[in-house]
């Protein structure tokens, strides 16, 4: 049994862990849940949104699940989700967007998987007033390190070596911000050197945009800086049914998370209806990170089935008729 850190979060967050825990549990999934909480949850509870206590079962057990965090806007508590990507240094964000069985979407064939760089660039923070007076002009700060983006880039590439994917795409904008995404791009065609079984090429943001549109096909693995992998991984997930039905993980060099990139959806929580499949997906690529492929295979076969076979019993947002139970039932069933 692998001990795994659980984190249900707030919202909606409770019913799709339950969900998820379910399905693992009918596949014969070898896991342990070690359930610890964070968010608005753990703030009404013990005045801390992120307790030390979750702090350290991720530090001891090295691997979470999480669920959507509320984060209230003007209470004061920063981002949750940053503050444990800082903790832990999760510099790699991966989001795969995979087109599914018989959801609606103008995209056919998308199967690209993005990663993004989750610590530096212009998401650093180090904003400031050139004129604290007035407040009528503001500066910001962009980071870009040799270091973070060869791990970045590196990571992308192992992960094509390892999946047998063919091509690397770099996204910059090296053309006008020379110094930051010039370097990011400088690194790549370095570490491009060590993989010259796999193809790589680089495109500007705001083309990558426009490709990703006109002909999402032609992409496999992309990789890109902090802010234009924010922006172009939830364009990715729009491209194949949005963001109820793509997982994301959160990996560094010692602890990895893994979460669905939805919010906690307050205007649906405890209502049955939330889709339970981001962060589902989120718990496959959990269970590929800890070498149970085969599992993972078998729910994602499942799920697939499901799709294609028993429509009416899916989340009412995918075009079903049934509810988080209904849809859970479902690929149970199917396993
Ligand atoms: P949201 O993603 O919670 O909801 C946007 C819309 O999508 C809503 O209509 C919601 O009902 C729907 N939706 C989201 N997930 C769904 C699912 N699994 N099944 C069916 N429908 C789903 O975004 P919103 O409303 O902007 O944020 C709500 C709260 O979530 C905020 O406090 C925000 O800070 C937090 N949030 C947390 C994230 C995280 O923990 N990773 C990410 C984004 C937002
Ligand atoms: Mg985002």
């Known amino acids: 049994m692998k001990k795994i850190v659980l984190i249900p979060g707030d919202g909606i967050g409770v019913e799709i862990t339950e969900s998820v825990k379910t399905i693992l549990k009918k596949a014969e999934a070898p896991i342990e849940w070690i359930e610890k909480t964070a968010g608005l949850t753990a703030y009404q509870k013990t005045g801390n ?62 199967d690209m998987v993005i990663f993004r760089e989750n610590t530096q660039g212009l998401y650093i923070g180090k904003e400031q007033w050139v004129n604290e007076e007035q407040k009528d002009h503001a500066e910001s700060i962009a980071v870009v390190t040799e270091e973070a983006s060869r791990k970045i880039i590196t990571a992308a590439f192992e992960y094509a070596r390892n999946q047998n994917r063919k091509k690397v795409t ?30 790589f090429e680089d495109l500007i943001v705001d083309n990558m945009a426009m490709q990703m549109v006109m002909r999402p096909k032609r992409f496999d693995v992309v990789v890109t800086t902090n802010l234009f992998g924010d922006i172009l991984s939830d364009l990715a997930s729009g491209l194949v049914g949005g963001l109820g039905v793509t997982g994301a993980a959160n990996i560094g060099d010692n602890a990895a998370m893994f979460e669905a990139v939805h919010g906690s959806a307050p205007d649906i929580a405890g209502q049955n209806k939330a889709n339970p499949l981001a962060l589902l997906f989120s718990s496959l690529m959990m269970l590929e990170h800890i070498g149970e492929k085969q599992t993972a295979e078998t729910i994602r076969r499942a799920i697939y089935q499901t799709l294609v076979e028993r429509k009416v019993y899916c989340t009412p947002d995918i075009g079903g008729e049934g509810t988080t139970s209904t849809f859970t039932q479902a690929i149970c069933d199917n396993i």
């Open 170 to 199: 770099l996204v910059h904008k090296a053309n006008i911000l020379k110094f930051t995404t010039g370097l990011f791009l400088e690194v790549g065609r370095k570490v491009a050197t060590d993989y010259e079984e796999i193809e």
């Open 49 to 110: 949104p992120l307790p030390e206590d979750t702090i350290q079962a991720i530090e001891k057990h090295r691997v979470a699940l999480k669920g959507p965090l509320t984060t209230p806007v003007g209470t004061g508590f920063r981002s949750v989700n940053v503050g444990l990507r800082q903790q832990f240094r999760l510099y790699s964000n991966i989001r795969p967007a995979i087109t599914l069985p018989n959801i609606d979407s103008p995209f056919k064939g998308v």
